[in-house]
């Protein structure tokens, strides 16, 4: 599996069960997750089939869900990645970070990297975002 550059302050890596800690913190976030999906914190169950999934994912695709990992630091900010929701036939681009970590511009540049990926090593012409 490729992974997409590091940009200047993040680097990216598969998601695996070492992840699961800060998984739980960041989707287990409330204020966090009033803007994602039906708006309800992730379970440990739930992170554990997210785990599961994406480990899929990354073997079957060789893309999907990415931990975002501050280059300065070695701490993990959030996730961030190209996934098909629902079995959507075209791509996503999805992001989560800490609370801690909003208003920095972190999604926007992890957000510019992963749309690199997709597009250069992927050959992905269309890639969905949603607000």
Known sequence: MTQPA?????????????????????????AAMRWVGDGTAITEEECDQWLEVTARNLATRGYGMLALRSRATNEVLGFAGLVHPGGQEEPELKYALGRGWWGQGLATEAGAA???????????DRIQATV
Do not use: C, I, N, T
């Open 114 to 124: 992963l749309l690199a990926w997709g597009r250069e090593s992927l050959g992905m």
């Open 6 to 30: 590091p940009s200047a302050r993040l680097s990216f890596e598969p998601m695996g069960p070492a992840h699961r800690p800060a998984l739980l913190e960041v989707y287990g976030d409330l």
